[in-house]
C-alpha cells in the first residue's frame, strides 16, 4: 500500500470529471472506457435481437416490415462484432495486459486514448444510419455484393465510413498490445512465461494488423462501385461480385479468431486458479492457439462452398478447415485436464468458465460439421449455422468476457461482486441461452433458411421457443448491467489476493489496483 | 392461434427432451437433416450422420471426464490437487487422435463431393435465374420459358386470414422435371446473389449476377418437393420459395406439350385489341404479382428505397417514357428490364392499370401491340 501512497502525491493533477476521461491516457480508464462501450453496444445490439425474436414468435408478419427486419439482423451483427465483443476484449486487455506482465501503462498511451475514442463516433455514425431516408445497411453483417452496393440504401456511405473508422480503431489497439507485449515486460518475465492472455492476446493483435487493413480495402472498393464509377464488384461492368467475398471473408475467418483467441486466454486464467493447479500443457497451449491463427488465414473460403467454387477448392478448403479442429481439441483437452485431479471450487467465474469448455465445445463441433463440404451445401444459410455461430460468440466469447469481469472485478473495484446474484445471473443466463440456440439446431437441419422475417408453418415451434429462451437470456444481461453497478458503488472489501489459487502479477498489487501500478519494475524469477 | 402454439411450443421443448434420450423421430416437426429424394441427398444425409455421430461421441467422452472430475475432484469434498502439469506424450496422443479421425472422415466426403459436383452428361439442361424475388426457370432443350412467383396472399402473410397448409412454400408455376434424367441446372442470377435450394436434392447452389454454376440431380420418383431461397437477397428474401414437382417420362411430355399450346395461346392474345376493362384486370393481376413488392399494393413504394407510382412523373407523364422504364428499367437501381420477363400484353396491361389507379387517372390505354412496336 505505500508504494501507491506516494505516488498518489506527485500524479494527483490528471483533470477530473468528465476532462478525465477524454484526456486520459492511463490503461485502466481507458480499459474502463471500452468496457463500458461494449456493454452499452452489447444492449442496443441486444435489443435488436429482441426485435428479431419477436417478430419470428409466429409465423407472419407482426412486427415490423421485412425491410427493417433485414436491418435489424444486419445491424445486430455489425454491432455485437465491432462494438460489443470486440472493444470488450480490448478493455479486458488494457486493464490486464499490463498488470500481467509487470508494466506501468501500455506502450503507447496516446494513440490509447485516440483508439478508445474513435469508437463512439464510429458507433454513432453506424446507429444513425437507422434514422435515415431509405433506412439503415439492410444486407447482412457480411454485405455480400451486389446487395451492398448497387441495391443498397443510401446511408451505406455512413456505414462504410463507420467500418474504417473502427478499423483505424482495432489497427492502433493492435499496434498497441504488440507494442506493449514485447517492449514492457518485467525483467525475468520471457515470453514463454507470459500468462495464457497475454499470449492470447498477441497473438489476436497480429490477426487484427493483418486483416483489418483487407476490410478496409473491401468497403472502400464498395465505396467507390457505389459513387464514382468504378466495377469491381459489379458484373455489368467486368467485375466479379465473388471477388467480395474473398476478400470479405480473408478479412472475415481471422475476423471470428479475434474474437475467441482472447477468450481461451481467459478460460486458461481462471481455470487453474479454481482448479488450485497448474495450466495443464502451457507450452502447448501457446503453439495451438499460433497454429489456430495461422490456419485461420488458409481456410477462409469454407464460407463460399456454395458459390460454385472448383472442385479442387472445395476440397483444399475442407481438408484445411477440419483441420483447425486439431488445435483446438487440444485446448479443451488441455483445460480438461487441468481440472482433472485439482480441487475445484466453483465461484461465478468458474461457473461461466466450466461453461464456457461445454458449450463453446458443442460450437465447435458443429463448426467441424460445417466444414465438410458436401454437408455444408445442405447446412450452409440455414440456422444451424446461426446456432453454430452464436454457441460460439455467445457461450463462448461473450461467456469468457463475462467470466473476466467476474473474475477481475474485485482487483479493478476493490468490492467482491454480489456472489449469490453472480450465481443467478450464471444460471439464468446458461439455461436459457440454451433454450434460444440449441433449438435453432433443429430449425436448420428441418431447412429454414436464415435471414427471414416470417416463415412456413413446420418451423413456428421451435422458433417460438427459441424466442422465449431469447427473452429471457436478453432479461438476464439487464440483470448483469445491475450486478455491475452494484458492484461498483459497493461491496465486500476485496483483497489483495482474491482467489485463493490464483497466480500472476495482477495480484501482487492491492485492490483497487492504484491508478499507476508497476512504476518500478517487479523481478521474476 | 396464440395459445395453441404456445401450448405446441411447451409440448415441443418437453417432447424434445425426451428425443434427445431415444431418438425418436416424430411428426409435426423436423429435428434433422431429410434424407431426401436422390442418390446423393442419400449420401450427403449418410455422412451428415456419420459425422454427427462421431462429434456426439468424441462430446460424450469428454464431458463424462469433466462432468466426473467436476464432482469428484472439488475441494469441499477433500480433493487435494495433483501437481502435474504437462506431458509430451499425452499431447502427442491427444494431438493425433483427432488428426485420425479427421483423416477418416476425409474419404467418405471427398467421395460424397466429388460425386455432388459431377455434372457431367446431363440428358437435359434447365437455366435457373434468380430476380428480386422470384425464379426463372428456361428449358434449354423444349424452348419453355417462365417466371415462378410466391403465391401465398398478403392477408395471411399479414394476420388478416387463417395460414394455408402451404403458407409461403407455394408458387404460381412450378418447376417440372421428368424422372431418371439426369438433369443439369445452370444457376444464375439477374440482379443480386441468390441460392436455389430444394433440400431434397441435397444441395444449394448459389446464383451470382454473371457467373452460370452448376448442379445435378437424378430423381427417382414421381413427387412434389419445396425449397426457398437460402441467399439474402433483399426485403423479400423470405418470400421467393421454389416448387419442384418430378413427373414420369410420359406426364412430363404431356406438360412440355401444354406449355407450348399456352404459348401459342398468349401469341394470339397479343394479336386482339383489347377493352379497358380487360386491360385493368389484367393489369392487376401483374402489378400484384411483379410490382407490388416493390412499390406496394397502394402504389405508394416505401420512402427513399422504392419510388411511388401514384402521382409519379414517369406513369403521369408521356406514356412513350413509361413503356420505356417499365421495358428497360433504370440502371443502377432495383428497377429491373422487364422487357425480357414480362409478355406484350402483361406490360400493356400494367402500364393501363398504373396509369389509372392509386389516383392517377390519365385515361390512356395502351395495346400489346404497342408494346410490340416498341421492342
Redesign the interface.
Known amino acids: 500500500m505505500s508504494t501507491a501512497t506516494t505516488h498518489e502525491g506527485h500524479h494527483d493533477h490528471h483533470p477530473t470529471g468528465i476532462m478525465r476521461w477524454i484526456t486520459t491516457t492511463n490503461h485502466k480508464d481507458i480499459g474502463t472506457l471500452y468496457l463500458w462501450f461494449a456493454f452499452i453496444m452489447l444492449l442496443i445490439g441486444g435489443a435488436m435481437a429482441m426485435v428479431i425474436r419477436a417478430e419470428l414468435f409466429q409465423p407472419g408478419l407482426q412486427i415490423v416490415e421485412p425491410q427493417f427486419f433485414n436491418t435489424m439482423t444486419t445491424m445486430h451483427g455489425l454491432i455485437m462484432v465491432f462494438g460489443a465483443i470486440m472493444p470488450a476484449m480490448v478493455g479486458l486487455a488494457n486493464w490486464q495486459i499490463p498488470m500481467m506482465i509487470g508494466a506501468p501503462d501500455m506502450a503507447l498511451p496516446r494513440m490509447n486514448n485516440w483508439s478508445f475514442w474513435i469508437l463512439p463516433f464510429a458507433g454513432t455514425m453506424l446507429l444513425s444510419t437507422l434514422f435515415m431516408e431509405g433506412g439503415g445497411p439492410a444486407f447482412g453483417w457480411t454485405f455480400y455484393a451486389p446487395l451492398s452496393t448497387t441495391f443498397a440504401p443510401k446511408s451505406t456511405d455512413f456505414f462504410i465510413f463507420a467500418v474504417h473508422m473502427l478499423g483505424f480503431s482495432s489497427i492502433m489497439g493492435a499496434i498497441n498490445i504488440i507494442a506493449t507485449v514485447l517492449n514492457m515486460r518485467a525483467p525475468g518475465m520471457t515470453l514463454m512465461k507470459m500468462p495464457l492472455f497475454v499470449w492470447t492476446w498477441f497473438i489476436t493483435a497480429f490477426l487484427l494488423i493483418a486483416v483489418m487493413p483487407v476490410l478496409a480495402g473491401a468497403v472502400t472498393m464498395m465505396l467507390t462501385d457505389r459513387n464514382f464509377g468504378t466495377s469491381f464488384f459489379s458484373a455489368a461492368g467486368g467485375g466479379d461480385p465473388v471477388l467480395f467475398q474473398h476478400v470479405f471473408w480473408f478479412f472475415g475467418h481471422p475476423e471470428v479468431y479475434i474474437m475467441i483467441l482472447p477468450a481461451f486466454g481467459v478460460i486458461s486464467e481462471i481455470i487453474p486458479t479454481f482448479a488450485r493447479k497448474k495450466l495443464f500443457g502451457y507450452s502447448s497451449m501457446v503453439y495451438a492457439t499460433a497454429s489456430i491463427a495461422f490456419l485461420s488465414f488458409i481456410v477462409y473460403a469454407h464460407h463460399m462452398f456454395t458459390t460454385g467454387m472448383p472442385v479442387a477448392g472445395e476440397l483444399y478448403f475442407m481438408y484445411a478447415t477440419v483441420m483447425i479442429a486439431v488445435p483446438t481439441a487440444v485446448k479443451v483437452f488441455n483445460w480438461t485436464a487441468t481440472m482433472w485431479r485439482g480441487s475445484m471450487t466453483f465461484e461465478t467465474p468458474m461457473l461461466w468458465a466450466i461453461a464456457f469448455v461445454f458449450l463453446f465445445t458443442i460450437g465447435g463441433f458443429t463448426g467441424l460439421m460445417m466444414g465438410v463440404a458436401p454437408a455444408d451445401m445442405q447446412y450452409h444459410d440455414t440456422y444451424f449455422i446461426v446456432a453454430h455461430f452464436h454457441y460460439v460468440l455467445v457461450t463462448g466469447a461473450l461467456f469468457a468476457i463475462i467470466a473476466a469481469f467476474y473474475y477481475w472485478v474485485p482487483k479493478w473495484t476493490g468490492h467482491m461482486y454480489d456472489e449469490k446474484l453472480g450465481k443467478i445471473h450464471f444460471w439464468w443466463s446458461a439455461i436459457s441461452v440454451n433454450v434460444l440456440f440449441f433449438p435453432q439446431h433443429f430449425l436448420g437441419l428441418a431447412g429454414m433458411p436464415r435471414r427471414i422475417p416470417d416463415y412456413s408453418l413446420q418451423f413456428a415451434d421451435w422458433n417460438m421457443v427459441s424466442s422465449i429462451g431469447g427473452f429471457a437470456f436478453g432479461l438476464a444481461q439487464v440483470f448483469f448491467l445491475y450486478i455491475v453497478i452494484k458492484t461498483i458503488r459497493g461491496g465486500e472489501k476485496a483483497a489483495d489476493q482474491v482467489w485463493e489459487g490464483a497466480h500472476g502479477l495482477e495480484w501482487t498489487v492491492p485492490s483497487p489496483a492504484p491508478y499507476h501500478t508497476f512504476e518500478t519494475a517487479p523481478e521474476i524469477k | 392461434?396464440?395459445a395453441k402454439?404456445?401450448r405446441?411450443?411447451l409440448?415441443?421443448?418437453l417432447g424434445?427432451a425426451i428425443l434427445l434420450g431415444s431418438g425418436i423421430s416424430c411428426a409435426?416437426?423436423?429435428?434433422?437433416?431429410?434424407q431426401g429424394a436422390t442418390e446423393i441427398s442419400h449420401?450427403?444425409y449418410d455422412?451428415?450422420m456419420l459425422?454427427?455421430m462421431i462429434?456426439v461421441v468424441?462430446?460424450l467422452g469428454?464431458?463424462a471426464?469433466?462432468i466426473y472430475?467436476?464432482f469428484t475432484?472439488?475441494?469441499?469434498k477433500g480433493?487435494?490437487?495433483?501437481?502435474?502439469?504437462?506431458?509430451t506424450t499425452?499431447?502427442i496422443i491427444?494431438?493425433t487422435i483427432?488428426?485420425l479421425i479427421?483423416v477418416g472422415?476425409?474419404v467418405p466426403?471427398?467421395t460424397?463431393?466429388?460425386a455432388?459436383?459431377n455434372t457431367d452428361d446431363p440428358d437435359m439442361s434447365i437455366q435457373v435465374t434468380g430476380y428480386?424475388w422470384k425464379w426463372k426457370y428456361d428449358y434449354l432443350d423444349d424452348d419453355i420459358s417462365f417466371f415462378s412467383t410466391l403465391t401465398t396472399p398478403r392477408d395471411?402473410?399479414?394476420?388478416a386470414a387463417e395460414?394455408g397448409?402451404?403458407?409461403?412454400?407455394e408458387v404460381d408455376n412450378p418447376i417440372v422435371v421428368p424422372i431418371n434424367k439426369k438433369i443439369r441446372f445452370l444457376?444464375t442470377s439477374n440482379?443480386?446473389?441468390h441460392?436455389w435450394?430444394v433440400?431434397a436434392l441435397?444441395?444449394?447452389?448459389?446464383a451470382?449476377?454473371?457467373?452460370i454454376?452448376?448442379a445435378w440431380t437424378e430423381l427417382k420418383e414421381p413427387g412434389l418437393y419445396r425449397?426457398?431461397?437460402?441467399?439474402?437477397?433483399?426485403?423479400?428474401?423470405?418470400?421467393m420459395?421454389i416448387v419442384l414437382i418430378a413427373k414420369t417420362q410420359e406426364d412430363y411430355d404431356a406438360w412440355v406439350a401444354e406449355q407450348k399450346g399456352a404459348k401459342a395461346a398468349e401469341a394470339e392474345a397479343a394479336g386482339k385489341t383489347w377493352t379497358m376493362d380487360e386491360l385493368m384486370a389484367k393489369g392487376e393481376q401483374v402489378y400484384t404479382s411483379t410490382c407490388a413488392a416493390c412499390h406496394q399494393a397502394n402504389g405508394q413504394g416505401?420512402?427513399?428505397?422504392f419510388k411511388p407510382i401514384a402521382g409519379s412523373p414517369i406513369a403521369t407523364g408521356p406514356v412513350e417514357g413509361h413503356i420505356n422504364r417499365v421495358m428497360n428499367g433504370k440502371e443502377?437501381?432495383?428497377m429491373q428490364a422487364f422487357g425480357a420477363q414480362l409478355s406484350d400484353v402483361d406490360i400493356a396491361s400494367v402500364i393501363t392499370f398504373e396509369r389509372n389507379s392509386f389516383g392517377n387517372n390519365t385515361g390512356d390505354m395502351v395495346q400489346p401491340s404497342d408494346i410490340a412496336a416498341a421492342r
Open positions: 392461434m396464440f402454439s404456445l405446441r411450443a409440448c415441443s421443448l424434445a409435426g416437426y423436423q429435428l434433422n437433416l431429410t449420401k450427403v455422412l451428415h459425422i454427427f462429434c468424441v462430446c469428454v464431458f471426464v469433466l472430475s467436476i475432484h472439488r475441494k469441499s480433493a487435494v490437487p495433483a501437481s502435474f502439469h504437462e506431458s499425452v499431447e491427444w494431438t483427432p488428426f479427421l472422415m476425409a466426403a471427398t460424397t463431393l466429388l455432388l459436383e428480386q395471411q402473410i399479414e394476420g395460414k397448409e402451404n403458407y409461403l412454400q444457376v440482379d443480386v446473389i441460392s435450394w433440400p441435397g444441395w444449394k447452389q448459389d451470382i449476377p454473371g457467373y454454376n452448376d425449397g426457398k431461397c437460402a441467399e439474402l437477397c433483399g426485403k423479400d428474401h423470405g418470400f420459395p416505401i420512402p427513399g428505397v443502377g437501381t432495383a
